[in-house]
């Protein structure tokens, strides 16, 4: 009888277990999740123990060829069950570096971009501000335009491991971030060629003379800033886009933004 109430026991363990697996291999793992399957698993583990003689003594009276199948398919089931875990095992892993890569791409040029979005926002009114302005730029240009490509290269490898997730799980609902992101990136990398260009010409100006200066920068500064202005306008049209859409997106670049 004891034993008919610790199979009982073990069988209901053994269908959740194994309908928690399927969850987390379908949604992926949290905290609830993973000390539920620690209880289940001990469970399972336990009764498993326990019935593993009785168990054996009847199915040791099986016919030869009924047993040697039961094992090949138990053992057939756990190779491959084990396979998949560890597959997505390694690939969620991957994932959550990639992430935790990203955030501290994000602290770490966090400075950089606040001294260079200072600095496109300025409007010198003589020269020599402009000037001085350029120069500043020129300063932390590089390393801002590092930090960005170095953050969209982290987007696009997370992307392509969210893609190779099957199922994606929760992960799947990054995507849409994840692609208004990286159109926000590709218009910042644009914008850096573009003030790249524009210190390039204001280092012509202090060789000329006032007329031939103001013909220089009508002629080259001035569409260089038209075009500085039409990025800052796509960027926020991208993000009003995404807002509109019900994309979530990071608080700080719908702050920067003035979206939010």
């Known amino acids: 009888m004891k034993y008919k109430v610790l199979f009982a026991v073990w069988a209901v363990d053994s269908i959740a277990f194994a309908c928690l697996l399927v969850y ?5 793992n949290n905290p609830d999740t993973i000390q539920l399957s620690k209880y289940l698993g001990a469970i399972w583990g336990c009764g498993g123990a326990f019935l593993i ?4 003594k009847g199915v040791k009276h099986w016919p030869q060829r009924s047993k040697m ?26 994932l959550k570096s990639l ?13 950089q971009k606040r001294k260079f979005m200072k600095l496109a926002g300025e409007n010198p009114q ?18 801002y335009s590092a930090s960005e490509q170095k ?36 218009k910042d990398l644009e914008g850096t060629k573009i003030y790249k260009q524009e210190v390039t010409y204001a280092k012509q100006l202090p060789g000329m003379s006032e007329t031939q200066r103001i013909q220089f920068y009508n002629n080259n500064i001035e569409p260089v800033l038209e075009q500085e202005h039409q990025l800052a306008l796509d960027e926020i049209a991208i993000l009003k886009d995404a807002k509109a859409s019900g994309i979530v997106m990071p ?5 920067d933004a003035g979206l939010n």
């Not at 003589?126 to 500043?136: G, I, K, M, N, V």
């Open 251 to 255: 608080a700080n670049m719908l702050q």
């Open 99 to 111: 992430i935790a890569e990203a955030h501290n791409v994000t602290v770490n040029g966090a400075p």
């Open 151 to 186: 953050m969209d290269d982290i987007l696009a490898q997370i992307q392509q491991q969210i893609a190779e997730l099957r199922p994606p799980a929760s992960y799947g609902a990054m995507l849409p971030m994840l692609r208004v992101m990286r159109a926000i990136l590709a």
């Open 53 to 56: 003689g009785p168990a054996w």
């Open 126 to 143: 003589t020269l020599s501000e402009y000037l001085q302005r350029c120069a500043e730029l020129e300063l932390v240009i590089n390393d």
């Open 24 to 28: 987390i291999f379908t949604y992926g």
């Open 69 to 94: 199948l039961l094992l090949s398919g138990v053992v057939i089931v756990a190779i491959a069950v084990g396979v998949l875990f560890k597959v997505r095992s390694d690939q969620t892993a991957k």
